[in-house]
């Protein structure tokens, strides 16, 4: 029985993938498990693995196609089969659209031909006929300024070109219209940044975003991470790790902020699953259950993963809550936009050297600027404002960090 390759849906958010490239051939041999090809999701670059064996008799997109999830897009059967009836399936399915691989913008103009690609004006060069009588003030400005002499209208006694001519030859170049100029230059947006599109304008309009701001007291955080790395820790800890287990503990405490508003309902979640926001939001899943050390080698795997695109669609979906981290891009503060349907997201800035007054007296300490953006149907400001207090307790006294 002939077995249909169709472009997967492999998020709740992926409406189309592209085939990057296949990795068979039509007349190949095929066995359940064999990777047909490498697509590009709204997430991830994944393998598109055959689920059944056979020979892959056809292929219906080429490489670089951006296809709809669910369409057919190769065909596998026995090498005798009749597939007529599945191709002319795929007669009636969306045309995929070819990935261009130039921008438009470096499409060569073409050149005129015919009586049109002469010179429009009389400032063209080309090698004198005859010599041209001109003074020797008249020929020494042409000089300078790469005139032709033959080009300039004379008008001195006999025929011979002076200096008003050229003033006005060089006046007649400037005023010449330059040569056209693209104003912009079009790229096909990535898959990615389709998604983050399409979320976005979700999340920003619909959703009545409200923002609290604190700055908290770093010091010890970084007195502790420093402690880790001199014992020699087996992970390294970073200071994303620490807030993300200063959150999961903040979280456990106020459930309003680990839920979610959809259909007219809030749903409070029983797991607390991080998302680390990027361009690709890597999940830590079950953070109220592990520790420290157990997040940030989870972070560390999870990350490498998804520099490289390789992340599995249970790793980069179903957050609970967001934190969105630009500290190390030298940004002190900022805004982040929530993620439907999550209530929340946590945007952390720099750690900074400021002055502030410490048991009276002016000190300089590290200090980190965060701030909640918040779903108003879910929470409300003094709700906000009480959990950004118990984060800074968890940051500021980072003993409780090391708890299991």
Same mark, same amino acid.
């Given at each position: 029985?002939?077995?249909?390759?169709?472009?997967?849906?492999?998020?709740?958010?992926?409406?189309?993938?592209?085939?990057?490239?296949?990795?068979?051939?039509?007349?190949?041999?095929?066995?359940?498990?064999?990777t047909?090809?490498?697509?590009e999701?709204?997430?991830?670059?994944?393998?598109?693995?055959?689920?059944?064996?056979?020979t892959?008799r056809?292929?219906?997109?080429?490489?670089?196609?951006?296809? $709809? #999830?669910?369409?057919?897009? *190769?065909?596998? !059967?026995? @090498?005798?089969?009749? &597939?007529?009836?599945?191709? /002319?399936?795929?007669g009636?399915?969306?045309?995929?659209?070819?990935?261009?691989?130039?921008?438009?913008?470096?499409?060569?103009?073409?050149?005129?031909?015919?009586?049109?690609?002469?010179?429009?004006?009389?400032?063209?060069?080309?090698?004198?006929?005859?010599?041209?009588?001109?003074?020797?003030?008249?020929?020494?400005?042409?000089?300078?300024?790469?005139?032709?002499?033959?080009?300039?209208?004379p008008?001195?006694?006999g025929?011979?070109?002076?200096?008003?001519?050229?003033?006005?030859?060089?006046?007649?170049?400037k005023?010449? $219209? #330059?040569?056209?100029?693209? *104003?912009?230059? !079009?790229? @096909?947006?990535?898959? &990615?940044?389709?998604?983050? /599109?399409r979320?976005?304008?979700?999340?920003?309009?619909?959703?009545?975003?409200?923002?609290?701001?604190?700055?908290?007291?770093?010091?010890?955080?970084?007195?502790?991470?420093?402690?880790?790395?001199?014992?020699?820790?087996?992970?390294?800890?970073?200071?994303?790790?620490m807030?993300?287990?200063?959150?999961?503990?903040?979280?456990?405490r106020?459930?309003?902020?680990n839920?979610?508003?959809?259909?007219?309902?809030?749903?409070?979640?029983?797991?607390?699953?991080?998302?680390?926001?990027?361009?690709?939001?890597?999940?830590?899943?079950?953070c109220?259950?592990k520790?420290?050390?157990?997040?940030?080698?989870?972070?560390?795997?999870?990350f490498?993963? /998804?520099?490289?695109?390789?992340?599995?669609?249970?790793?980069?979906?179903?957050?609970?809550?967001?934190?969105?981290?630009?500290?190390?891009?030298?940004?002190?503060h900022?805004?982040?936009?929530?993620?439907?349907?999550?209530?929340?997201?946590?945007?952390?800035?720099?750690?900074?050297?400021?002055?502030?007054?410490?048991?009276?007296?002016v000190?300089?300490?590290?200090?980190?600027m965060?701030?909640?953006?918040?779903?108003?149907?879910?929470?409300?400001?003094?709700?906000?404002?009480?959990?950004?207090?118990?984060?800074?307790?968890?940051?500021?006294?980072?003993?409780?960090?090391?708890?299991?």
């Amino acid at each position: 029985m002939a077995i249909r390759v169709v472009m997967p849906k492999l998020s709740d958010t992926m409406t189309e993938g592209v085939v990057i490239q296949w990795h068979k051939h039509e007349g190949d041999r095929v066995e359940s498990g064999d990777t047909l090809a490498e697509i590009e999701t709204d997430k991830a670059v994944m393998d598109l693995e055959a689920f059944g064996s056979g020979t892959l008799r056809k292929i219906l997109v080429p490489d670089q196609s951006t296809v $709809p #999830a669910g369409q057919l897009i *190769a065909v596998i !059967a026995a @090498p005798d089969e009749d &597939i007529t009836p599945l191709l /002319a399936e795929a007669g009636k399915a969306p045309q995929p659209t070819a990935q261009p691989t130039t921008p438009p913008s470096a499409t060569p103009t073409p050149k005129p031909r015919g009586p049109t690609a002469q010179p429009p004006s009389d400032l063209a060069t080309k090698p004198p006929a005859v010599e041209v009588k001109a003074s020797p003030l008249a020929r020494r400005m042409a000089e300078e300024a790469g005139l032709d002499l033959a080009m300039i209208t004379p008008t001195g006694p006999g025929g011979r070109v002076v200096k008003e001519d050229v003033e006005q030859a060089l006046a007649a170049r400037k005023a010449a $219209p #330059a040569a056209a100029v693209p *104003a912009y230059e !079009a790229r @096909p947006m990535s898959q &990615i940044r389709k998604t983050i /599109a399409r979320k976005m304008i979700q999340s920003k309009a619909p959703v009545p975003h409200f923002y609290v701001t604190n700055e908290i007291d770093m010091e010890r955080a970084l007195t502790m991470k420093a402690e880790l790395a001199d014992r020699q820790a087996p992970i390294k800890v970073t200071i994303t790790d620490m807030i993300v287990r200063a959150l999961a503990i903040t979280l456990t405490r106020f459930s309003q902020f680990n839920a979610s508003f959809q259909d007219d309902a809030i749903r409070y979640h029983q797991s607390i699953h991080i998302g680390v926001a990027g361009l690709i939001v890597p999940v830590i899943r079950d953070c109220q259950r592990k520790g420290l050390i157990q997040i940030a080698e989870e972070a560390r795997l999870l990350f490498e993963r /998804a520099k490289t695109r390789r992340l599995q669609p249970d790793e980069y979906t179903g957050a609970t809550f967001s934190l969105s981290n630009l500290g190390m891009e030298d940004v002190e503060h900022f805004s982040a936009i929530i993620t439907p349907p999550e209530a929340a997201v946590l945007a952390i800035g720099k750690i900074a050297q400021r002055p502030v007054v410490v048991d009276g007296r002016v000190a300089v300490r590290r200090r980190m600027m965060t701030t909640i953006s918040c779903d108003h149907r879910v929470v409300d400001g003094l709700q906000a404002a009480k959990f950004l207090q118990a984060l800074k307790h968890e940051l500021e006294e980072p003993t409780g960090l090391l708890l299991p």
